[in-house]
């Protein structure tokens, strides 16, 4: 896949049609789940390449439904179940000082104080009081990710981020 590149953005994946006019029902990785409808346009991501579409959406009910620009009925918009929605980073607003999007930290190699390697995070989950890293390593481990804490650096030009956190835990 040509387009793809650290520019890019997994925001999100199609789960299927939305009635018959080619609405679809989307799968959000965005905080609020609607906020994905405003970054437009998306990148499709269908077989080997990516699409660009202009899409607009609303949250309906607990689901986000999204018109795609050129998807006029359902036998089209069912073609695009499963499909990866992204966008280019340069959509996103900008952060303060010390605010990450997870997608920053995703990849980043995780060691402790004393440069113990603990693995890589491979995704991040909400749990409603801190978010959570998920590392892969010699085996999963779930840190909460609470800055001065426990996440002491985030160096995002050496991919590495170093946490007060005892290998054993």
């Known amino acids: 896949m040509d387009q793809h590149d650290d520019d890019l953005i997994c925001v999100g994946h199609v789960l299927g049609a939305q009635g018959i006019k080619g609405w679809i029902r989307v799968f959000s990785n965005t905080s609020p789940r609607e906020n994905i409808v405003s970054y437009s346009p998306w990148l499709i ?26 998807i006029d009925d359902r036998t089209r918009a069912e073609t695009l179940t499963g499909c990866k929605l992204y966008i280019d980073s340069r959509q996103l607003p900008g952060l303060e000082k010390g605010e990450y999007y997870w997608s920053d930290l995703i990849g980043l190699a995780v060691e402790t104080l004393q440069s113990e390697p603990l693995g890589v995070v491979s995704d991040m989950l909400e749990t409603g009081a801190d978010d959570v890293m998920v590392l892969k390593g010699d085996r999963e481990r779930l840190i909460p990710f609470v800055m001065e804490e426990i996440v002491r650096e985030v160096d995002l030009d050496k991919r590495r981020l170093v946490v007060d956190w005892h290998p054993e835990y």
């Open 45 to 70: 991501e269908q077989g080997d390449g990516l699409e660009e579409v202009k899409v607009k959406g609303r949250l309906q009910g607990k689901n986000v439904i999204a018109k795609l620009q050129g």
